[in-house]
């Protein structure tokens, strides 16, 4: 039987009690040990989006931006899961043209924004869909353009065998602490490779990309160092507007990304300290709530960061009216194991 592990948010209509979301968490230090756990900090789940920064890597450690010419915006938007507004279409295409990339060479497919108000405006136009708008375009476009640059074939880049996609699997490995044997491989909704870890590596990949002095690998190090940077600089770049990765980006002790069905990591620089969760039931509607929860219980003292938090993902749910029917409420507390 699945394990589903501990309920961490409750929504509340009225007074009765509606839905309830369970799921696994896991705190750890700098020194490999486990700090707190809620529910089984060894489940494995698909890393989804979330693997992005690392599969950002390989481009950065083999001077692809500076190769193309690339801005900081542009480099940022190949850990993105962006919702196709403006400025992220902007560089796209910007990108587009610096690297001779063309969208038929993508494996995702044509679709349009995630963002509806970007999304509206180009069906109310009659604009067809384009595999730019895809969320994961800028880091196929990261790809590519290594493969390009290195003469590698890019028909297959997407493919588990491919260069690239071994070079990012090996990354994984290292930075989570997982042998490559046991990572276990999907297909993500873009195509490209999808890794499957325990909750307790993926916030141990998370700390590493936070406190980059963790990794051995100098050229590693230096990758992670820029990149992590620029995600803090250019928040908006990672997601859109109104989401939880800029939220968080934007306290720059912060290093964050989710990914699709639930998963969301974040590492967190002075307190040297990694942590991912997994909602059970895919939904990423409680992210914020979650975070901010984790946030107090473990008296993380930016409270500006916990405040935007909380006006993201309020605690009451109003209906399509405006008025008050019902709230959500954080119901873990942290299970210390050391501290």
């Not at 039987?1 to 501990?6: H, W």
């Not at 369970?22 to 060894?42: C, K, Q, R, S, W």
Request: aromatic content about 8%; charged content about 20%.
């Amino acid at each position: 039987m699945v394990d589903l592990g501990k309920v961490l948010v409750e929504e509340y209509r009225g007074n009765w009690l509606e839905c309830a979301y369970t799921g696994h968490m896991a705190g750890v230090n700098e020194h490999g040990e486990t700090l707190f756990t809620v529910g089984d900090e060894n489940y494995v789940s698909f890393m989804r989006s979330s693997s992005k920064p690392v599969q950002a890597l390989p481009a950065l450690m083999a001077g692809v931006p500076e190769h193309y010419g690339l801005s900081d915006e542009e480099i940022v938007l190949m850990t993105a899961s962006h919702r196709a507004q403006k400025f992220h279409v902007e560089a796209l295409e910007s990108f587009m043209r610096k690297t001779g990339i063309s969208e038929t060479q993508f494996v995702c497919k044509p679709t349009y924004p995630l963002n509806g108000a970007a999304r509206d405006e180009l069906i109310a136009h009659g604009e067809p869909a384009r595999s730019i708008y895809h969320n994961c375009s800028g880091k196929h476009l990261g790809v590519l353009g290594l493969c390009k640059m290195k003469g590698w074939p890019t028909d297959n880049y997407a493919e588990p065998d491919h260069p690239v996609q071994q070079q990012v699997l090996s990354l994984m490995s290292a930075l989570s602490d997982v042998p490559v044997e046991k990572i276990r491989l999907g297909t993500d909704g873009c195509g490209f490779p999808v890794y499957a870890l325990p909750i307790r590596n993926i916030a141990t990949l998370y700390l590493r990309l936070a406190c980059p002095d963790l990794i051995p690998d100098e050229t590693v190090r230096a990758a992670v160092i820029r990149l992590t940077t620029l995600m803090n600089r250019y928040p908006f770049y990672v997601s859109g507007t109104q989401l939880i990765c800029p939220t968080l980006l934007q306290d720059d002790n912060i290093v964050a990304k989710g990914g699709a069905k639930g998963i969301y990591c974040f590492g967190l620089r002075k307190e040297r300290m990694g942590i991912a969760f997994k909602v059970m039931d895919g939904s990423e509607d409680q992210w914020p709530l979650i975070v901010a929860h984790i946030l107090k219980e473990i008296q993380y003292p930016n409270a500006e960061t916990i405040e935007r938090l909380r006006q993201l993902s309020p605690p009451e749910t109003k209906n399509d009216n405006g008025r008050v029917v019902g709230m959500r409420e954080a119901k873990f507390k942290l299970q210390w194991v050391t501290k």
